[in-house]
């Protein structure tokens, strides 16, 4: 019986990572399903989803990602992205590589960013994509993102030419973002045409299943889901002997000196998963537990 651990998925175009997850929860036949790292509809590529306990591993799953995306320029949308209405389109076919790899220079390391109009983002309580569809204008927050590395990988000349790059980021940047801003520093207008998710929270897209594969899987009997533990590899561990880890499952402070500190995976001495902790002050402090010992 599948009760718990996670699955890659690779969400399909124009599915919303809440239609996956509800999708997942039927398949599965389970109520606790969730996901991280929210894609767009248009978007396709890797959706992290967790079952059963294991959606509570979620907010400790890392936060980097990777993408595989087009951006035309000469376009500007009310969404950044080919789903909106077109704003502008000029044709800027005098453009050239040397110029964008020029301007693609803006976006490395830790930049700052206007997330989309049309985004989950929050404003007093709202989302920003409601209140675009509702013609409301609100100050979008400004933010603080991180891009690790963009590698061009191919450039298409043409009235409206597109680019297409490799981009990984840490969490919170939004690539549809780039594209617009990229636009703007070339003063052509930019969109983002297209978008993969190669990488997302430790999982990636060779190893992703489809719906379909997901589907065969589980009616041939063979879908094994990814051990709860698997995707928190970035975090350091410590084992407790039996009598501290059942102290610890109790909510207990356990002493412990140890050369790691901060936020850490926790097993027993028969290396079982038992939680997350953190290392305060010669103190691991349960965070949660996972597997209650008995």
């Known amino acids: 019986m599948l009760s718990q651990g996670f699955l890659n998925l690779n969400k399909p175009f124009d599915w919303t990572s809440h239609d996956c997850v509800a999708r997942v929860r039927k398949l599965l036949r389970l109520k606790r399903v969730g996901h991280a790292g929210t894609l767009d509809p248009a ?7 967790a079952f059963g306990k294991a959606t509570r591993l979620l907010q400790y799953l890392p936060g980097n990602k ?15 992205d080919l789903q909106g209405e077109i704003i502008n389109s000029q044709a800027c076919g005098e453009l050239n590589l040397a110029q964008v790899k020029t301007a ?11 997330p989309p109009s049309y985004s989950a983002i929050q404003v007093d309580g709202k989302r920003l994509y409601d209140l675009a569809r509702q013609g409301k204008t609100v100050e979008v927050p400004v933010r603080t993102v991180e891009i690790f590395h963009i590698e061009i990988l191919d450039w298409r000349q043409g009235d409206f030419p597109e680019l297409d790059v490799a981009i990984a ?11 617009r ?23 990636y897209l060779t190893d992703s299943l489809t719906f379909t594969d997901l589907e065969t899987q589980l009616q041939a ?10 995707p928190l590899q970035h975090l350091p561990f410590v084992t407790l002997p039996l009598t501290s880890a059942r102290k610890w499952c109790q909510g207990q402070r356990i002493s412990l000196t140890v050369d790691v500190s901060g936020i850490v995976r926790v097993y027993d001495e028969d290396t079982r998963f ?14 949660m537990v996972f597997e209650p010992i008995s």
């Open 66 to 80: 990777a993408y595989k995306a087009t951006i035309r320029l000469g376009v500007r949308t009310t969404t950044d």
């Open 181 to 203: 801003d990229l636009g703007e520093i070339l003063e052509t207008g930019g969109t983002l045409a297209a978008l993969t998710r190669s990488e997302s929270s430790g999982f």
């Open 274 to 287: 038992i939680g997350i902790g953190e290392l305060q002050n010669e103190a691991l402090i349960p965070q």
């Open 169 to 179: 980021c840490g969490s919170g940047t939004y690539i549809r973002a780039i594209a």
């Open 43 to 49: 978007a396709t590529g890797v959706l992290p989803i």
């Open 104 to 114: 693609l220079l803006k976006f490395q390391g830790k930049i700052e960013q206007i």
């Open 221 to 230: 009997g063979t879908f094994q889901p990814i051990c709860v533990d698997a």
